[in-house]
């Protein structure tokens, strides 16, 4: 397995599903007005809470899958389209699934601790970062592996972190064009790695798999005098169409 790239993928994902960029837009506007100690506070508290949320996905979302009898290729086709979806949204600039409408925006500014709601959680961890550490870490075969993600997911909240303590100065600095064109940027990354997922999704189906010679070929059926078998009404091996007969084993 060629790590390096499997772990640049993962970043890549991970880090455009949290949106840094987009969070620290999110944070300067529900924090203006607040004193630097408590904005520091609030930053550091929510990070930790969306941390701890987005590890327990990583780590124990592919036992709730077995739990719901739910295949990994099977949510890797659902999580691809859920992050397909987000792409779409960051390309055109319009919120993406983690950002937060104008309800919850009035919910935050009302009583009550926002660094739970809405900075937790949907800001950071949102339904596509949960798709996207569970996803990542069904593509792992090793401890090594396995922590090595988790590596990639502190660090894109150590930067969500850093975004959110200079979140006024990036937002002056990059503007909405700013924000727009890093948005669009990560929109493009993320639509590649999300149809990709998909890709990995169907190729793993195990009613899409090309059965090998001689193999037993549950579910397909094969001509009289071939051991690969057919579909579409024709024999994968010579194409026959007639003598055909149900297989069990080859």
């Known amino acids: 397995m060629n790590l390096p790239p499997?772990?640049?993928?993962?970043?890549?994902?991970?880090?455009?599903?949290?949106?840094?960029?987009?969070?620290?837009?999110?944070?300067?506007?529900?924090?203006a007005g607040v004193h630097r100690p408590e904005r520091k506070?609030?930053?550091?508290?929510?990070?930790?809470?969306?941390?701890?949320?987005?590890?327990?996905?990583?780590?124990?979302g592919g036992a709730v899958l077995s739990l719901?009898?739910?295949?990994l290729p099977a949510f890797r086709v659902a999580g691809g389209v859920l992050l397909f979806l987000q792409a779409l949204t960051l390309t055109f600039s319009n919120p993406g699934l983690s950002s937060i409408n104008a309800s919850e925006t009035r919910d935050a500014q009302g009583a009550g601790d926002i660094a739970i709601f809405p900075l937790a959680f949907p800001v950071i961890a949102g339904p596509g970062s949960f798709a996207a550490v569970v996803l990542v870490m069904g593509r792992t075969e090793v401890w090594l592996e396995r922590a090595a993600v988790?590596?990639?997911?502190?660090i894109c909240l150590a930067v969500t972190y850093v975004a959110m303590l200079v979140s006024e100065r990036l937002v002056r600095r990059l503007g909405q064009t700013g924000s727009d064109v890093v948005g669009r940027i990560s929109g493009v990354l993320l639509a590649g790695l999300a149809v990709q997922f998909i890709f990995d999704g169907v190729r793993q189906a195990a009613l899409l798999r090309r059965p090998e010679p001689g193999a037993a070929l549950d579910f397909h059926i094969a001509c009289k005098d071939c051991t690969m078998g057919f579909r579409d009404l024709g024999c994968i091996c010579c194409g026959g169409r007639v003598?055909?007969?149900a297989v069990g084993a080859a």
């Open 6 to 31: 499997n772990l640049l993928s993962a970043f890549v994902t991970v880090f455009v599903t949290i949106g840094p960029i987009e969070t620290a837009v999110v944070f300067a506007a529900l924090t």
């Open 41 to 60: 506070s609030l930053a550091a508290r929510s990070i930790t809470i969306a941390g701890v949320v987005l590890l327990l996905f990583a780590l124990g």
């Open 68 to 71: 719901l009898r739910v295949s």
């Open 150 to 154: 988790v590596l990639m997911v502190a």
């Open 243 to 245: 003598g055909l007969a």
